[in-house]
């Protein structure tokens, strides 16, 4: 027999209650008055006891959900030799619980961008069958515009997969879809003896498992509504939370405290970013994995992914279109990399991220920009198209083999520390794939730093539909001759080389000889 268990009226004039937590998982066996789960009202935050003694076979409201007094929040059977299908486990399509049809959510191929048509699917991050929370990944998505992970919109479980990995499906396609009732009840009768000896085994194993239960509960903490709606508004993660002390009962952490924490200055904000950021980019390979090769075997034939095919093809178009030559120029880089060491430190402390040599070489070249408009520009059939913004784009590697380009939009508009943490949030929301279409169009001109991994200069593909992009070269110790008093000596320096890389539709030799002067003379002037 299934038991309705109800939110409870915590007084008179309370009305409405939240689930702030589930003490037990659907298909676990629970006791009479045991605790099953806790509530928050306006008034009090306390434990609810299970009104009978079964298996819990259904929850209908989950974790921070707020109904009304009266409704039903869960069921229980109390016929112990009911088999519950937990979520988690294959949806049975044929049967629910209620002998209803199960309503099931369609999950489109998303329109990532106004000129997005259609999206391949590159990776299921789910199987059918698993469950799946609101907001966590579902499947990855590849455009010609973006890569980007696709969120589930809403609980439950992955019914059906329709559109399976590498195949590319119109915007609006039905890809999958999910249903939210995430279990069906089944109950089958046994013989007595069977049922005892399972029912003994049963029983054990959960005892255990109580017992294991019990012990995360007593080293967890419980958050009020109230509470995780300033956090959210305040965009503070539950990591951060976590670490916030609580004077409430058992530890919690109040309204006050969360208030105080804020107005103090957030002091964990920076720590839990850095962790978070080391825990995003951990799987990222450093190197890609060797080719195995069986024994005898002579070659391998490997598909390329989808994202290999867009830049082959990008880089195809680049090079019918435009007429590539490059320029070279050296640069003493002493001054700034003596400014580096001296600030580094702090500058991490203080912003929350490294000091490095591109955000000067960027601000250099937006300065040299504005001196020299036609490096900025793009071509439009016979038409020079000039922009009176500039949008910088960031060329960055993903491993084990890919390139993307986020934009930095308005680049004139940030100083040395703003495009610090441009590059950085940019670089690091690429290689965890949480860019958005507009992050990554309308560069007006680009920057790809291959001394990043030791080189010191290259002839980079120019970024359509750019005229030119700038190659950034390791820093390296040189012997170099430099002028002191009048006299020329041998010193030792941090050079670097520059590439610039143009279209010789519209850049010439000379220009493009300007514009690298320029570049070189604001690096090698740098003042604090």
Known sequence: MLVEVVMPKMGESVN?????????????????????FEI???????????????????????????????????????????????????????????????????????????????????????????????????????????????????????????????????VGVVVARISPTGFVLKISREEKEETKQLESQKVAELKVEATTKADKVERSRFYSPLVLNIAREEGISMEELELIEGTGVGGRVTKKDLLNYIQSGRKFKQKVEQKEFKEEIKDIKVTPEPVKFEAGEKIKIEPMDHMRQLIMEHMIKSRDTSVHVVGIQEIDMTKIHNYIQRNKDAFLEREGVKLTYLPFVVDAVVKALKEFPYVNASIDGKNIVLKNYIN????????????????????????????????????TRARTKKLLPDEVKDSTFTITNYGLFGTLFGNPIINQPDVAILGVGAVTKKPVVIEVDGQDTIAIRNMMYISLCHDHRLIDGALAGRFMQRVKQILENFEE
């Open 392 to 427: 910088i784009g960031i060329a960055v590697a993903l491993e084990p083999m890919g390139l993307i380009v986020p934009v930095i939009k308005n680049a004139d508009e940030k100083n040395i520390t703003g495009l610090a943490k441009a590059i950085y949030d940019l670089a």
């Open 40 to 170: 928050s009202t306006d008034k009090v935050d306390t434990e609810i006891p299970s009104p009978a003694s079964g298996i819990l076979a259904e929850i209908k409201v989950y974790e921070q959900e707020t109904v009304p007094v009266g409704t039903v929040v869960a069921l229980i059977e109390t016929d112990i030799t009911a088999e519950i299908k937990p979520k988690g486990s294959p949806v049975d399509l044929s049967t629910t619980t209620k002998g209803e049809d199960i309503q099931l959510i369609d999950i489109v191929m998303p329109k990532m961008g106004e000129s997005v048509t259609q999206g391949t699917i590159v990776k299921w991050h789910k199987k059918v069958g698993d469950k799946i929370e609101k907001d966590e990944t579902l499947f990855e998505i590849s455009t010609d515009k973006v890569d980007t992970e696709v969120p589930s919109p809403a609980e439950g479980i992955l019914a059906e997969i329709l559109v399976q990995e590498n195949e590319t499906v119109e």
């Open 16 to 36: 409405e209650g939240t689930i702030i937590k589930w003490h037990k998982n659907v298909g676990e066996k629970v006791d009479k008055d045991e605790i099953i």
